[in-house]
T-cell receptor, first 113, second 114 residues
Framework: AQSVTQPDIHITVSEGASLELRCNYS??????LFWYVQSPGQGLQLLLK??????LVQGIKGFEAEFKRSQSSFNLRKPSVHWSDAAEYFC???????????FGTGTSLTVIP | DAGVIQSPRHEVTEMGQEVTLRCKPI?????LFWYRQTMMRGLELLIY????????DSGMPEDRFSAKMPNASFSTLKIQPSEPRDSAVYFC????????????FGPGTRLTVL
């Protein structure tokens, strides 16, 4: 069965520090991978997506993610975090006949000034 | 494009009352999804439609929940009767080509059942 694991429930980083949010998936074929961000009181906004090709994908707001098939991972990174990045981050996998996404449980990011 | 539109943004009702949540997907999108988000259970898929036809409603918690999509530009999620445990944020999302493409989320409806 398809599944997505975000092992970190909550992460705290200092403003200006680098960030990496982990995502592991379980899927039997080539996955379609997504990262979404949810600011307080808002809906989910797409940060980036991976379908095929270059395994390092760039997204909005300075985020990037790297697809590693051997590790079944799609970790999200940002070299320098801004206070406005404080939010909930969700990893999701799709791309199969079921036509639904599987979302991870989310990682809550706190940014310390 | 206005994006996915949901109404109302906030709903407060009393236990036993009927609640109707509304969604207008992005024009041209052929998939529509209803999600529920709570602290305890996270983001749950309730039901999704393809070309206005319900495809998978296995996530609908019980018979008190029902969803319709009478046309390509409108969907409703109804709870009758409502219960306090239904309190959550309900999101509607739409996409083109199902899980092969990104989902666009609405701002959500925060439902409080007293």
């Amino acid at each position: 069965a398809q599944s997505v694991t975000q092992p970190d429930i909550h992460i705290t980083v200092s403003e200006g520090a680098s960030l990496e949010l982990r995502c592991n998936y379980s899927y039997g074929a080539t996955p379609y991978l997504f990262w979404y961000v949810q600011s307080p009181g808002q809906g989910l906004q797409l940060l980036l997506k991976y379908f095929s090709g270059d395994t390092l994908v760039q997204g909005i707001k300075g985020f990037e993610a790297e697809f590693k098939r051997s590790q079944s991972s799609f970790n999200l990174r940002k070299p320098s975090v801004h206070w406005s990045d404080a939010a909930e981050y969700f990893c999701a996998v799709g791309g199969y006949r079921g036509n639904q996404f599987y979302f991870g449980t989310g990682t809550s990011l706190t940014v310390i000034p | 494009d206005a994006g996915v539109i949901q109404s109302p943004r906030h709903e407060v009702t009393e236990m036993g009352q009927e609640v109707t949540l509304r969604c207008k997907p992005i024009s041209g999108h052929d998939y529509l999804f209803w999600y529920r988000q709570t602290m305890m259970r996270g983001l749950e898929l309730l039901i999704y439609f393809n070309n206005n036809v319900p495809i998978d409603d296995s996530g609908m918690p019980e018979d008190r929940f029902s969803a319709k999509m009478p046309n390509a530009s409108f969907s409703t999620l109804k709870i009758q009767p409502s219960e306090p445990r239904d309190s959550a944020v309900y999101f509607c999302a739409s996409s083109l080509s199902g899980s092969y493409n990104e989902q666009f989320f609405g701002p959500g409806t925060r439902l409080t059942v007293l």
